[in-house]
């Protein structure tokens, strides 16, 4: 390929780069925006729900403090109640609110106006302007609430006059629960939809409904919080029953890019928190790109004019010193795994002397000729380079001598028969390794009581492929106790892992054992 058209198709793959990825960075900034308002909103909707039920928290205690009081007085509630909503950022008033039978009206009335001290009447409120309330066969009146001097108008209202309340209050005498009232124009401002009640019925010994602790809320306490991020385009709907909206800075919907949206379940009634994302404009959409491209090909450009002439090189370089160290790695592995079995072994050799037990010596000196068979196998790799597979005759050899040295059986006699070369892959020679001890450790334990001579002998041969692997002792071969133990099962266990057919086996007169694995 010609240099120009090196160039030309690196200009390319540079521009085609960098679109890519302008186009990953914007979309993972968009997924970055969604991931923080989904963020945001869940923290709102947390925060929101817990200063809900630390209102409604606060109603239940109001009815708790009162319950054995037949009658309420205002510098008892009055006390109490301030304390309350001092502590308390979304509660804008608390009221107290008896249930008032026709008949008793006149002199509900009248009761208020000696003890209270000024003119005191059951109101309603009609086009915005408060009159006296129309006879009826029940009121539920505020008799004390406070803040006083933000809530004065509200006193002698009847909630029960506005069908909006009137249905809440019918539905918590049914429920005997807390229940809030759909958005409301609150007595004490003629903005529409502006505030909410949440009424808590008080309950005689009868279980009768006397009269209510009413919790007033504003809806600008509601949303201060999203009020005050100036960032967050936020609105609150109460989707109970027609959907009513409680606040909203929205603009239009065809400006934003995303919305998350969040249901809250409000004593009842369902409200719905709309979060909104505002889209990128396009003028800094378009800036971005080209700024981008522009850096990316620029960049591209440099790197191609200062590398194209040493890239071989240097690649070639970089490559012989990386199989240099990979080398000089796996030696140092190789060596500090040996180093480290080492280590395991001298640790188990100083627990079997400190123990008494035979079953535990016996246990601990078979775990440290397993050990010591992986270690001699990690030490013949460090000493020939060979990374990739191991000369089987050198291997057992070794491990032989290993064994009879480590077991103190000299007067044993012990043969390796390999009729030619034979490599083995590291992986399967450890399993190999482990098969030897296992074999060679039963021998030394079991086969030769009351014998002579005794021997060992075990032989490797390479047929089409395969290698033919005899294990031999001339022992008075497996007991009854023996053929099902923990080394037999380990022994059938370790010859399924090298894949191994096996071709005979002989448990009586001695002990032998033949099979062949792929090599």
């Known amino acids: 390929m010609k240099p120009i058209q090196v160039y030309i198709l690196s200009f390319l793959l540079t521009l085609c780069l960098a679109i890519i990825t302008i186009y990953i960075v914007e979309r993972n900034e968009a997924k970055l925006e969604y991931a923080n308002l989904e963020l945001l909103s869940d923290e709102y909707v947390f925060d929101f729900k817990r200063d809900i039920d630390k209102s409604f928290s606060v109603l239940e205690g109001l009815k708790f403090h009162f319950k054995d009081d037949s009658i309420i007085y205002k510098e008892q509630f009055s006390k109490i109640t301030k304390t309350l909503l001092h502590t308390n950022r979304f509660l804008k008033g608390l009221s107290y609110n008896p249930i008032v039978d026709g008949v008793s009206r006149n002199e509900f009335e009248l009761w208020n106006k000696q003890y209270n001290k000024f003119d005191f009447?059951?109101?309603?409120?009609?086009?915005?302007?408060?009159?006296?309330?129309?006879?009826?066969?029940?009121?539920?009146?505020?008799q004390y609430i406070e803040p006083m001097s933000s809530n004065s108008k509200a006193v002698g209202f009847d909630i029960n006059s506005s069908p909006t309340r009137r249905n809440t209050i019918d539905r918590a005498i049914r429920t005997r629960n807390i229940n809030v009232t759909e958005p409301i124009t609150l007595v004490q401002s003629n903005k529409k939809n502006?505030?909410?009640?949440?009424?808590?019925?008080?309950?005689?010994?009868?279980?009768?409904?006397?009269?209510?602790?009413?919790?007033?809320?504003?809806?600008?306490?509601?949303?201060?919080?999203?009020?005050?991020?100036?960032?967050?385009?936020?609105e609150l709907n109460d989707i109970t029953e027609t959907p009513i909206s409680l606040y909203s800075n929205l603009k239009e919907i065809g400006d934003y890019e995303f919305e998350i949206s969040r249901q809250i379940d409000v004593m009842g009634r369902l409200w719905e928190c709309s979060f909104y994302y505002k889209e990128t404009p396009f003028d800094l959409h378009a800036q971005r790109w080209l700024i981008g491209l522009i850096f990316f090909l620029v960049c591209g450009?440099?790197?191609?004019?200062?590398?194209?002439?040493?890239?071989?090189?240097?690649?070639?370089?970089?490559?012989?010193?990386?199989?240099?160290?990979?080398?000089?790695?796996?030696?140092?592995?190789?060596?500090?795994?040996?180093?480290?079995?080492?280590?395991?072994n001298s640790f188990i050799g100083l627990e079997k002397n400190r123990t008494k037990d035979e079953v535990t010596l016996s246990i601990l000196s078979k775990t440290q000729t397993r050990i010591g068979s992986m270690s001699s196998l990690h030490e013949l790799i460090y000493e020939d380079n060979d990374f990739e597979s191991v000369d089987l005759q050198h291997y057992v050899g070794k491990l032989f001598s290993f064994l009879r040295k480590s077991m103190a059986s000299s007067d044993i006699g012990s043969e390796v028969l390999c009729n030619n070369k034979i490599e083995l892959d590291l992986t399967r020679a450890v399993t190999l390794g482990l098969l030897i001890n296992e074999l060679f450790t039963n021998s030394l334990k079991y086969a030769f009581t009351n014998i002579d001579d005794p021997q060992i002998k075990l032989e490797l041969s390479e047929e089409n492929g395969y290698c033919v692997f005899l294990y031999s002792d001339n022992g008075i071969g497996v007991q009854e106790g023996v053929k099902s133990g923990l080394g037999s099962k380990?022994?059938?266990?370790?010859?399924?892992?090298?894949?191994?057919?096996?071709?005979?086996s002989d448990l009586n007169v001695g002990f032998s054992l033949k099979f062949k694995f792929k090599l």
């Open 301 to 344: 450009f440099l790197f191609l004019m200062i590398n194209f002439t040493h890239r071989l090189k240097i690649s070639n370089e970089n490559l012989e010193e990386a199989n240099s160290q990979v080398q000089m790695l796996l030696k140092e592995v190789h060596h500090r795994v040996k180093n480290n079995l080492q280590i395991v």
């Open 194 to 234: 502006n505030g909410l009640l949440a009424l808590n019925p008080i309950l005689l010994e009868d279980s009768v409904v006397s009269g209510f602790f009413v919790g007033v809320f504003a809806v600008d306490a509601l949303v201060q919080k999203a009020l005050d991020n100036q960032d967050i385009i936020f």
């Open 490 to 504: 380990l022994i059938k266990r370790l010859v399924q892992q090298l894949k191994g057919d096996t071709l005979e």
């Open 121 to 142: 009447e059951i109101t309603e409120k009609e086009n915005g302007v408060f009159k006296k309330r129309a006879l009826d066969s029940k009121y539920v009146v505020v």
